[in-house]
C-alpha cells in the first residue's frame, strides 16, 4: 500500500465517530474555531513525536517545555513564589498525582490506618479513581441540592484525623457551579488538611472572565494544589494537564525515584515511564501563539454565549438551569413533574446532530437526590452557533415532550436486585446486556431507557454492566481465523 492509501483507510474509520470540530460535539472536544491552531498544533507534535520525555536531561528541549506550561498555569492561577507544577498525561492524571501527594504527606506526618479522602458527590470521578487505586476511602459529602456547590458545613464534619485529603472544584463538571473554594480551603487549613482546587475544565477559562464570584485558584488560603487541562479550555490537543502545587515538598509526594535494580536510575514524576513529548510540545506552541489575549478573547466570548445559551434554555418550557453556572458549562434538567424529560431530550438533540451529554439522576448519600440533566459544554466553536443550537433545543423539547417517560424494565431492574456483581462471570454479564438491548456491545438509536436502567440499578450492578459494554466493545479483531 502506499502511504496515501493507509492514511485513507485511517480516515475512512472515522466516519462513525462524533465530529471534533465545528460545536456540535459538545463534550469530550474543544474547537477554538481558530483556523491555524490545528496546523500549528499538528506541526508542533510532530516535531517532537519521536522525542522521549522520560528523561529531561537527555532532551532539555523537552524541560523547557514543561517549565514554561507550569509557570503560565502558575502564573494565571495565583501560584506563589514556591509553586511547582508537573504537566501530566490530562485531568485524570492530575487528581490521581494530587491524591497519591496528600497520601504520603499524610502518611509521611504519622496518619495510620487507611486515609480518607473528602469528596462532594459532585467532584469528578477522577478522585474516586485515585482512591480506588491507592487505596483511601472515599467519604462522600452531599451538595446543596438546589445550587449543587459543596456545603462547607458538611465537609467540615469530615476532616478529622484520617482525612488526607479534600476537593473542591472550580466549576464541577456535571452542573458548571463553583464550589465556595474560600469556606472550605480555610476549613481544611483549620483542621490540617491540604485541599485541592479541580480546576481542570475551568482553570484555562476562569482567570480571564470579570464575573467570577469568588477567589479559586492557588491565591486563596489553605489551597495546596491545583489542576488545569490544556487539553481543554487551553485548547492543545489531547494529552496534557497541568497539576500545581503550592510548595514542592508536596510534590515530591507523587513523584518515584528508585536506584533498586539493575537498570538506569529511574526518577518518574507521573505515571508513566516513557512520556510523549508531542502533546506538551503542542499545548506550548497552542498557548505562545494565542497567548494572554487570545484566550482571553475565546473565554469572554464563549462565556457570553454560554450566559445566552442558559438563558434560552431556561425559556423554553419544560426545562431549567441548573445553579449558577460560572464559567462555560450548563446542566439543564427537567423543569417540574411536567417539565421534559432531559434523558429523551438528549436523544432528541442527538437525531439533529447535537451530542449533549445526559447524566442520569443521582441520589446523594446523606442527602436530597439531584436531579437527571444534560450537560453541555460551551467552546469557541459553539459560541458563534448558540442561535441555532437553541432553535434545535426548542424543537427538541417539543419531541421528547410528547414521549412517555423512560422506564426500567421492571422485570430486569427485579432480576438485578438479586445480583451478586462480583459473582457475575463475563458472559453471564454478555446475557444480561442482551436483555438490555445493548447486545453486541452497539448502542441503541435512543439511550434514554438504558439510562434510565442505569439508575434504577443497584450502584455496584450498574457498574458491572458498564464495564460490560466495553467489554464487548474492545474485542480484538483478528487477521486469521482462530479457531475453538
Ligand atoms: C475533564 C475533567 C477531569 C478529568 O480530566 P480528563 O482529562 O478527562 O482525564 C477532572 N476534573 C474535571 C473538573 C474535569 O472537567
Same mark, same amino acid.
Given at each position: 500500500?502506499?502511504?496515501?492509501?493507509?492514511?485513507?483507510?485511517?480516515?475512512?474509520?472515522?466516519?462513525?465517530?462524533?465530529?471534533?470540530?465545528?460545536?456540535?460535539?459538545?463534550?469530550?472536544?474543544?474547537?477554538?474555531?481558530?483556523?491555524?491552531?490545528?496546523?500549528?498544533?499538528?506541526?508542533?507534535?510532530?516535531?517532537?513525536?519521536?522525542?522521549?520525555?522520560?528523561?529531561?536531561?537527555?532532551?532539555?528541549?523537552?524541560?523547557?517545555?514543561?517549565?514554561?506550561?507550569?509557570?503560565?498555569?502558575?502564573?494565571?492561577?495565583?501560584?506563589?513564589?514556591?509553586?511547582?507544577?508537573?504537566?501530566?498525561?490530562?485531568?485524570?492524571?492530575?487528581?490521581?498525582?494530587?491524591?497519591?501527594?496528600?497520601?504520603?504527606?499524610?502518611?509521611?506526618?504519622?496518619?495510620?490506618?487507611?486515609?480518607?479522602?473528602?469528596?462532594?458527590?459532585?467532584?469528578?470521578?477522577?478522585?474516586?479513581?485515585?482512591?480506588?487505586?491507592?487505596?483511601?476511602?472515599?467519604?462522600?459529602?452531599?451538595?446543596?441540592?438546589?445550587?449543587?456547590?459543596?456545603?462547607?458545613?458538611?465537609?467540615?464534619?469530615?476532616?478529622?484525623?484520617?482525612?488526607?485529603?479534600?476537593?473542591?472544584?472550580?466549576?464541577?463538571?456535571?452542573?458548571?457551579?463553583?464550589?465556595?473554594?474560600?469556606?472550605?480551603?480555610?476549613?481544611?487549613?483549620?483542621?490540617?488538611?491540604?485541599?485541592?482546587?479541580?480546576?481542570?475544565?475551568?482553570?484555562?477559562?476562569?482567570?480571564?472572565?470579570?464575573?467570577?464570584?469568588?477567589?479559586?485558584?492557588?491565591?486563596?488560603?489553605?489551597?495546596?494544589?491545583?489542576?488545569?487541562?490544556?487539553?481543554?479550555?487551553?485548547?492543545?490537543?489531547?494529552?496534557?494537564?497541568?497539576?500545581?502545587?503550592?510548595?514542592?515538598?508536596?510534590?515530591?509526594?507523587?513523584?518515584?525515584?528508585?536506584?533498586?535494580?539493575?537498570?538506569?536510575?529511574?526518577?518518574?514524576?507521573?505515571?508513566?515511564?516513557?512520556?510523549?513529548?508531542?502533546?506538551?510540545?503542542?499545548?506550548?506552541?497552542?498557548?505562545?501563539?494565542?497567548?494572554?489575549?487570545?484566550?482571553?478573547?475565546? @473565554?469572554?466570548? &464563549?462565556? /457570553?454565549?454560554?450566559? #445566552? +445559551?442558559? !438563558?434560552? *434554555?431556561?425559556?423554553?418550557? $419544560?426545562?431549567?438551569?441548573?445553579?449558577?453556572?460560572?464559567?462555560?458549562?450548563?446542566?439543564?434538567?427537567?423543569?417540574?413533574?411536567?417539565?421534559?424529560?432531559?434523558?429523551?431530550?438528549?436523544?432528541?438533540?442527538?437525531?439533529?446532530?447535537?451530542?449533549?451529554?445526559?447524566?442520569?439522576?443521582?441520589?446523594?448519600?446523606?442527602?436530597?437526590?439531584?436531579?437527571?440533566?444534560?450537560?453541555?459544554?460551551?467552546?469557541?466553536?459553539?459560541?458563534?452557533?448558540?442561535?441555532?443550537?437553541?432553535?434545535?433545543?426548542?424543537?427538541?423539547?417539543?419531541?421528547?415532550?410528547?414521549?412517555?417517560?423512560?422506564?426500567?424494565?421492571?422485570?430486569?431492574?427485579?432480576?438485578?436486585?438479586?445480583?451478586?456483581? @462480583?459473582?457475575? &462471570?463475563? /458472559?453471564?454479564?454478555? #446475557? +444480561?446486556? !442482551?436483555? *438490555?438491548?445493548?447486545?453486541? $456491545?452497539?448502542?441503541?438509536?435512543?439511550?434514554?431507557?438504558?439510562?434510565?436502567?442505569?439508575?434504577?440499578?443497584?450502584?455496584?450492578?450498574?457498574?458491572?454492566?458498564?464495564?460490560?459494554?466495553?467489554?464487548?466493545?474492545?474485542?480484538?479483531?483478528?487477521?486469521?481465523?482462530?479457531?475453538?
Amino acid at each position: 500500500m502506499t502511504p496515501q492509501e493507509v492514511l485513507a483507510e485511517l480516515t475512512a474509520l472515522q466516519a462513525g465517530d462524533v465530529p471534533t470540530h465545528g460545536g456540535s460535539t459538545m463534550a469530550y472536544v474543544y474547537d477554538s474555531g481558530r483556523v491555524g491552531i490545528d496546523h500549528l498544533a499538528a506541526a508542533a507534535q510532530a516535531a517532537f513525536q519521536w522525542t522521549n520525555a522520560l528523561d529531561p536531561t537527555a532532551f532539555p528541549s523537552v524541560a523547557r517545555i514543561e517549565d514554561d506550561l507550569v509557570g503560565a498555569a502558575a502564573d494565571l492561577l495565583g501560584g506563589g513564589p514556591a509553586t511547582v507544577g508537573t504537566v501530566t498525561s490530562g485531568g485524570t492524571e492530575s487528581c490521581l498525582l494530587a491524591v497519591l501527594a496528600a497520601r504520603e504527606r499524610w502518611r509521611a506526618r504519622g496518619g495510620t490506618g487507611r486515609p480518607r479522602l473528602v469528596l462532594p458527590v459532585t467532584a469528578h470521578a477522577a478522585f474516586r479513581k485515585a482512591a480506588h487505586l491507592f487505596d483511601l476511602e472515599v467519604v462522600d459529602v452531599a451538595v446543596d441540592p438546589v445550587t449543587c456547590r459543596a456545603l462547607p458545613s458538611a465537609v467540615a464534619e469530615a476532616l478529622d484525623a484520617r482525612a488526607a485529603l479534600v476537593v473542591v472544584s472550580a466549576p464541577s463538571y456535571p452542573h458548571g457551579v463553583l464550589d465556595p473554594v474560600g469556606e472550605v480551603a480555610a476549613l481544611a487549613a483549620a483542621a490540617g488538611v491540604p485541599c485541592h482546587v479541580d480546576a481542570c475544565i475551568g482553570g484555562w477559562v476562569l482567570p480571564f472572565l470579570d464575573d467570577v464570584p469568588e477567589p479559586f485558584d492557588l491565591s486563596v488560603p489553605g489551597v495546596t494544589s491545583l489542576s488545569v487541562d490544556l487539553h481543554k479550555y487551553g485548547y492543545a490537543p489531547k494529552g496534557v494537564s497541568v497539576l500545581l502545587t503550592a510548595e514542592p515538598e508536596l510534590r515530591q509526594g507523587h513523584w518515584f525515584s528508585t536506584a533498586g535494580w539493575p537498570g538506569y536510575p529511574v526518577v518518574n514524576p507521573t505515571l508513566a515511564g516513557t512520556r510523549p513529548a508531542g502533546p506538551m510540545a503542542a499545548a506550548w506552541a497552542v498557548h505562545r501563539w494565542l497567548g494572554r489575549d487570545g484566550y482571553a478573547e475565546l @473565554a469572554r466570548a &464563549t462565556r /457570553a454565549a454560554t450566559v #445566552a +445559551l442558559a !438563558e434560552g *434554555a431556561a425559556a423554553i418550557p $419544560g426545562l431549567r438551569v441548573v445553579g449558577t453556572p460560572v464559567a462555560t458549562l450548563v446542566a439543564i434538567a427537567q423543569d417540574g413533574p411536567d417539565g421534559v424529560d432531559v434523558l429523551h431530550l438528549a436523544d432528541e438533540a442527538t437525531a439533529r446532530g447535537w451530542l449533549l451529554q445526559p447524566q442520569p439522576p443521582f441520589a446523594q448519600p446523606g442527602g436530597a437526590d439531584l436531579p437527571a440533566t444534560l450537560h453541555l459544554t460551551v467552546t469557541g466553536a459553539t459560541a458563534v452557533r448558540v442561535d441555532a443550537l437553541l432553535a434545535d433545543l426548542a424543537d427538541a423539547a417539543c419531541a421528547a415532550a410528547a414521549l412517555p417517560p423512560p422506564v426500567a424494565d421492571p422485570g430486569l431492574v427485579a432480576a438485578a436486585a438479586t445480583i451478586d456483581p @462480583a459473582a457475575l &462471570t463475563v /458472559a453471564e454479564v454478555d #446475557a +444480561l446486556l !442482551e436483555l *438490555a438491548g445493548v447486545g453486541g $456491545g452497539t448502542l441503541p438509536e435512543r439511550m434514554a431507557p438504558v439510562h434510565a436502567l442505569v439508575a434504577a440499578l443497584p450502584r455496584p450492578v450498574a457498574e458491572r454492566l458498564l464495564a460490560g459494554v466495553l467489554d464487548l466493545v474492545y474485542r480484538p479483531r483478528r487477521e486469521s481465523a482462530v479457531s475453538g
